[in-house]
């Protein structure tokens, strides 16, 4: 079965560092998306793409972030320079669009800024 | 403002039956879904539901809506030690023109599921 996939599972960066997470959604879906989970709390929203563009992006998601499909497979989250509270689990997901309004979840990659 | 709000922990006995909770304050909420949180995993899609229907059953699962009241809630039949798990509900409004449409989900708070052997 099809499955959107994210690398690395675990990410330890210094504060001020740049960091890219990575992300392979399904190969036929068209809506991609980027939420984070800070432990112990809810999964928040952060962005969406569609037609190589950001269709919707939520307060958190500042000019210290970024998002972009660089070769028509994967999907990438960039955070320019990570603070302390950019510690999170980053989740990828997909969606085909149309009717296929089901959103598929990667793993995530768990993000350690020290 | 979109609020998803969910108990924080339920616990039951191997065999019985889980209901697991969710009410959300937006009432344009076209689709509204289940997802199942393993430790260290991602999220795994359950079942969903529009917001026409009032209920919907899948083998152990069922969910039901109360629109008026705006809660859901997921029944676990039989429930096993393999359902331990952090369950959540999400909401989402899709328009009917889904060019470039974005379907972001609103997530509730989790609810942490442990099943007693």
């Known amino acids: 079965e099809p499955e959107v996939t994210q690398t690395p599972s675990h990410q330890v960066t210094q504060m001020g560092q740049e960091v890219i997470l990575r992300c392979v959604p399904i190969s036929n879906h068209l809506y991609f998306y980027w939420y984070r989970q800070i432990l112990g709390q809810k999964v928040e929203f952060l962005v969406s793409f569609y037609n190589n563009e950001i269709s919707e992006k939520s307060e958190i998601f500042d000019d210290q972030f970024s998002v972009e499909r660089p070769d028509g497979s994967n999907f990438t989250l960039k955070i320019r320079s990570t603070k302390l509270e950019d510690s999170a689990m980053y989740f990828c997901?997909?969606?085909?669009?149309?009717?296929?309004?089901?959103?598929?979840f990667g793993p995530g990659t768990r993000l350690t800024v020290t | 403002g979109e609020d998803v709000e969910q108990s924080l922990f339920l616990s039951v006995r191997e065999g019985d039956s889980s209901v697991i909770n969710c009410t959300y304050t937006?009432?344009?909420?076209?689709?509204l879904y289940w997802y199942k949180q393993e430790p260290g995993a991602g999220l795994q899609l359950l079942t969903y539901?529009?917001?026409?229907?009032d209920m919907k059953q899948d083998q152990r699962l069922t969910v039901l809506l109360n629109k008026k009241d705006k809660h859901l809630s997921l029944r676990i039949a039989d429930t096993q030690t393999g359902d331990s798990a952090i369950y959540f509900c999400a909401e989402s409004k899709v328009p009917m023109n889904y060019g470039g449409a974005t379907n972001k989900l609103i997530f509730g708070t989790g609810t942490l599921l442990a099943v007693q052997p």
């Open positions: 997901a997909s969606h085909q669009g149309g009717l296929g309004y089901e959103q598929y």
């Open positions: 937006d009432s344009s909420s076209t689709y």
């Open positions: 539901i529009f917001s026409n229907m």
